[in-house]
């Protein structure tokens, strides 16, 4: 059963750009990562959430976990060709702590 | 050092025949990965080893099976190979078991022909 959502799935923008990428979820996750992922590489953790309402940053990358621990966001501001890849987001959830819940990506492509 | 290396890279090979992909991290981790990613690029687990003991078997079909002779190598074998085995294959690790910060080898493209 896919729980976790991504939005949007593709998106194409120029350098410079702000964006914001969506993770959601009707389930309450315990803790929830980000990962960037780019062509024939694995995915490379970027941040873990834990705290409902919490805000980490990450040089231009700010992550965002929602109140009720359902939902993330990943803002990128002046988005750089090196952001482009695969951005997944991925939770423990509270209901069992063994296995990560992965959503679909969010496929971004930053153009110079 | 990579932190978690996985061979081969890249593995053509023809229906029916069985073949191993290994796994080897050099982070001290207590478990370790086996994920499929397919051409959509959803991840899935597979099967999760925690100090060589099995803790996640996914409903895989058994011509998958793993193996992990001690706790910083987890391979992967499969047998009578099938044109949907055809994916990424990722190993990953992370220091206990709750799945909360992985690292990933850079995949095995397999492709059954």
């Known amino acids: 059963t896919q729980l976790l959502e991504q939005s949007p799935q593709f998106l194409s923008i120029q350098e410079g750009e702000n964006l914001t990428v969506y993770c959601n979820s009707s389930s309450v996750f315990s803790s929830l990562q980000w990962y960037r992922q780019e062509p024939g590489e694995g995915p490379v953790l970027l941040v873990t959430v834990v705290t409902g309402g919490e805000v980490k940053k990450l040089k231009r990358l700010t992550f965002q976990f929602g109140d009720a621990r359902k939902d993330s966001s990943l803002h990128i501001t002046a988005a750089q060709t090196g952001d482009t890849g695969l951005y997944l987001c991925?939770?423990?959830?509270?209901?069992?702590?063994?296995?990560?819940?992965w959503g679909l990506g969010t496929s971004l492509a930053v153009n110079p | 050092d990579t932190a978690v290396s996985q061979t081969p890279k890249y593995l053509v090979t023809q229906m029916g025949n069985d073949k191993s992909i290994k796994c080897e991290q050099n982070?001290?981790?207590?478990?370790m990965y086996w994920y499929k990613q397919d051409s959509k690029k959803f991840l899935k687990i597979m099967f999760s080893y925690n100090n060589k003991e099995l803790i996640i078997n996914e409903t895989v079909p058994n011509r998958f099976s793993p193996k992990s002779p001690d706790k910083a190598h987890l391979n992967l074998h499969i047998n009578s190979l099938e044109l949907g085995d055809s994916a990424v294959y990722f190993c990953?690790?992370?220091?206990?078991?709750?799945?909360?910060?992985?690292?990933f080898g850079s995949g095995t493209q397999l492709s059954v022909l």
């Open positions: 991925a939770g423990v959830y509270a209901g069992n702590n063994r296995k990560l819940i």
């Open positions: 982070l001290g981790h207590d478990t």
């Open positions: 990953a690790s992370s220091p206990g078991y709750r799945s909360e910060k992985l690292f």
